[in-house]
């Protein structure tokens, strides 16, 4: 059974970071691309961040441009979401999403495995 998990959320100050993990079973993600989203109370879910399988190519959602660093560890099974210099506007539940294709979109509906989600919650 294909499952992703995500952890690493939590609540931090304004300027603070945070890393969320997605980590994958029942498949291996080298053959993946990720995706990262996020959906807010009263929102739409939104794409932040996307991998390809290989993990030499990242796309990000403008607003998190220079903020936040994909990554990907096939050994590990693994894929990150690291989150700095973090806003109160960031604050969303943060999913993660897997594709057994090599280019990657911040696309919710090109994604076809989800984990259930972390809440990241910024405030003072």
């Known amino acids: 059974q294909l499952q992703l998990v995500e952890s690493g959320g939590g609540l931090v100050q304004p300027g603070g970071s945070l890393r969320l993990s997605c980590a994958a079973s029942g498949f291996t993600l080298d053959s993946y691309a990720i995706g990262w989203f996020r959906q807010a109370p009263g929102k739409e879910r939104e794409g932040v961040s996307c991998i390809t399988s290989s993990g030499r190519r990242t796309n990000y959602v403008d607003s998190v441009k220079g903020r936040f660093a994909i990554s990907k560890d096939n050994a590990k099974n693994t894929g990150y979401l690291q989150l700095n210099s973090l806003k109160p506007e960031d604050t969303a539940v943060y999913y993660c999403?897997?594709?057994?294709?090599?280019?990657?979109?911040?696309?919710?509906?090109?994604?076809?495995?989800w984990g259930q989600g972390t809440q990241v919650t910024i405030s003072s």
């Open positions: 999403a897997a594709v057994r294709r090599p280019w990657c979109s911040i696309v919710a509906s090109d994604y076809d495995n």
